[in-house]
């Protein structure tokens, strides 16, 4: 059904593009007809670049191209450069199509013609506008067919002195002309950057300089500063010749001016990050011209502008970054900076955002006071700010105030490098700890293919030496011992199972983050004279419990690892064999289940592979259970029991 109705809907498209187009050929003598028919394809075509296309393929759009140029009424005039416009902007092909020599050609007729309206203008102010947008083929053709030179033109000539103040109701056909003039000379210059027509557009720099120290109205600011930005964007000689003219002390004065305002008035903190913008992009390239603003206090200006509640995070960044840039060359506005307390200021940004962004800047700003900092100690007395006697000695208290704050600095700078080197570092122990899980399945495998009837070889795998971590908890004291009394072999010493390293993180509220460390210690127990078969199998359990209680309840996310273990055959000469070859011997068939019955499952589980998962839950469905498994199992349950504890307060 959805299908049937998407493909009735593009048939009725196309049905009406076809009756449009025949009605714009057929009512040439009438305009009004005209004007409403392009209107309609407007409405069809407008952000639906199917349409747009099929519009293209059946030669609507070279009609309208050539009704444009061809109708001797203004009206048509217009709606068909409107709609040309709004079809290219729509749809990229139909923007290929046009974009040529010719068509730039027939758009300087009408900006030079003085029979052409302001209103017919602006239409093909918009067409320029669409073409060179995102297109390098179209900022090329606007350079050499010479209608850049017209767009600086108007640019300089459309709005008079009295026409910059506007009035309080809707702006007049000027200003809105000249707006467009603005956008397309900011798509000349812009995405992707054109060197050749910035180079040319900054011949009206003086214009753009007269109207800022004139008008601070922000339908006249914001245009220049988007024109004067992307113009001087990444390119040197631009930007110096932008200082030359003045027009950096020029903004400077209009920042001054806005923050003298902004604590009235919410749309002047706006209009000076603009401002603080376009200074910012003036001075990118080139810090040593930061100079420049130091007799008008920009520094400060930006501390003061940046601690405005009412900015959002893309604001902060701006106005940090214009920080970073006056302070990059500068001596004289690291120590402004220094002096209004703008160092502790970016360690409070930096220690409060989790926006990486805005880390990056006030880290960047952080790195230029670096310098500064630790030259004052070698020249207080011989700055460029020329203080009397009396700011000498503040400057001397301040500097002890200072060198403070670049310990935190650097301390937090520290904290981030210990950061990324713990991540890397906790994702080598996982490889580690992955592996030797790996290699201990192996080895579990290679104990079952063993022949148990092999003493020898049965007390090669009861004597291998194993090793359990231990993890120091944040008092730093070790936990408790199983309750478990195991006993090793006779003269005998018995090490701990395998090495297993787990990343363990600082707890609490430490000022600096600890990087993971692997600790390993062997535990030394008594020797007693027992039979050496037993003592082997209870010592191997209580060391692995010992194991799970001293290392998995300090794992913060409460996980659990599986340890695989192994039990081997019984001996002949252990008491359970004993207890099997009883029940064995007797001539009764039930009698011989019922002794089965009897019997701890853990102790006849031989030679079968098991988990701390599986083994637990056979023991507690075991109802007779040896003395040794007893303690197994409530030192398991002691275990969860810390570890639910564990994961509750976490």
């Known amino acids: 059904m959805d299908n049937e109705k998407l493909q009735k809907k593009q048939c009725d498209m196309k049905t009406d593009l076809n009756l449009l187009l025949e009605c714009l050929k057929y009512q040439m003598d009438c305009p009004e007809s005209q004007k409403e028919a392009l209107i309609t394809i407007y409405s069809i075509c407008q ?105 600086l033109q108007l640019f300089r000539t459309t709005l008079s002195s009295s026409e910059i103040s506007l009035p309080d109701e809707a702006p007049n056909q ?82 001054v001016s806005l923050m003298h305002h902004s604590c009235l008035n919410h749309s002047s903190t706006k209009l000076a990050v603009v401002i603080t913008k376009t200074l910012d992009a003036c001075i990118a390239n080139d810090s040593a011209m930061g100079v420049v603003l130091t007799k008008y206090h920009t520094v400060s200006e930006l501390l003061k502008l940046l601690s405005n509640d009412a900015l959002d995070t893309g604001e902060k960044i701006s106005i940090i970054l214009a920080i970073g840039h006056c302070t990059e060359g500068c001596e004289q506005n690291q120590c402004e900076l220094l002096q209004n307390n ?61 060198q403070d704050y670049w310990k935190k600095a650097k301390e ?8 990324e080197k713990e991540h890397d570092e906790e994702r080598v122990q996982e490889a580690v700890f992955v592996d030797r899980l790996s290699e201990a399945d192996a080895g579990a495998s290679k104990q079952r293919q063993v022949n148990p009837d092999d003493p020898k070889t049965h007390m090669k795998r009861i004597q291998k030496q194993v090793h359990c971590p231990q993890l120091a908890s944040k008092s730093g004291a070790q936990l408790p011992a199983s309750p478990v009394n195991s006993l090793p072999l006779k003269n005998e010493t018995v090490n701990t199972l395998g090495s297993v390293n787990v990343p363990a993180r600082q707890c609490g509220h430490s000022s600096t983050p600890r ?48 340890v695989v273990f192994s039990f081997p055959y019984l001996d002949v000469h252990s008491p359970h064999s004993e207890m099997a070859k009883e029940g064995g011997s007797t001539s009764s068939t039930s009698a011989s289940h019922k002794m089965a019955g009897l019997r701890c499952l853990g102790c ?17 469905s075991c109802p007779y259970k040896c003395d040794h498994h007893k303690v197994l199992l409530e030192a398991e349950e002691g275990y969860r029991k810390k570890l639910r504890s564990l994961t509750a307060c976490n």
Request: with cysteine; charged share 15%.
């Open 47 to 151: 952000q639906n670049s199917e349409a747009s296309e099929y519009f293209r393929e059946i030669g609507g759009l070279m009609f309208i191209n050539d009704l444009a140029k061809s109708s001797a009424h203004c009206i048509v005039k217009e709606a068909a450069l409107f709609t040309l416009g709004m079809i290219i902007e729509s749809n990229v092909y139909c923007q290929q199509t046009l974009c040529t020599s010719a068509l730039f050609e027939d758009l300087t007729l009408f900006l030079i013609n003085k029979d052409s309206g302001v209103n017919l203008k602006r239409m093909a102010v918009y067409v320029i506008l669409v073409l060179v947008s995102n297109n390098k083929s179209g900022q090329t053709y606007v350079r050499d067919t010479g209608c850049i030179g017209l767009l």
């Open 174 to 255: 000027c200003y809105q002309l000249w707006s467009s003039v603005c956008s397309t000379l900011c798509a000349c210059v812009n995405n992707p950057q054109n060197e050749d027509n910035q180079n040319i557009c900054c011949s009206v720099f003086l214009y753009a300089k007269e109207w800022l120290e004139s008008c601070t109205e922000p339908e006249i600011v914001r245009p220049i500063c988007s024109f004067v930005a992307l113009t001087v964007a990444n390119n040197a000689y631009v930007q110096q010749y932008f200082v030359s003219v003045g027009g950096l002390d020029t903004l400077a004065k209009v920042l």
């Open 342 to 402: 703008g160092l502790p200021l970016m360690i409070q940004v930096l220690t409060e955002s989790q926006d990486e962004e805005l880390n990056k800047a006030a880290t960047f700003v952080l790195q230029n006071c670096k310098r500064m900092t630790e030259q004052l100690s070698l020249k207080t007395n011989n700055n460029s700010l020329n203080v009397n006697n009396a700011e000498e000695q503040e400057a001397q208290v301040t500097k002890g105030s200072l």
């Open 412 to 419: 937090i700078l520290h904290r981030i490098s210990l950061l």
């Open 515 to 562: 990087a993971a460390h692997k600790r390993q210690t062997e535990s030394l127990l008594p020797s007693h004279t027992v039979n050496e078969n037993t003592a082997c199998l209870k010592n191997q359990s209580a060391l692995q419990v010992r194991c799970a209680e001293s290392c998995l309840p300090q794992q913060k996310t409460g996980c659990v690892f599986l």
């Open 604 to 620: 006849t589980a031989g030679g079968q592979s098991f988990n701390s998962r599986t083994f637990t839950k056979m023991l507690q």
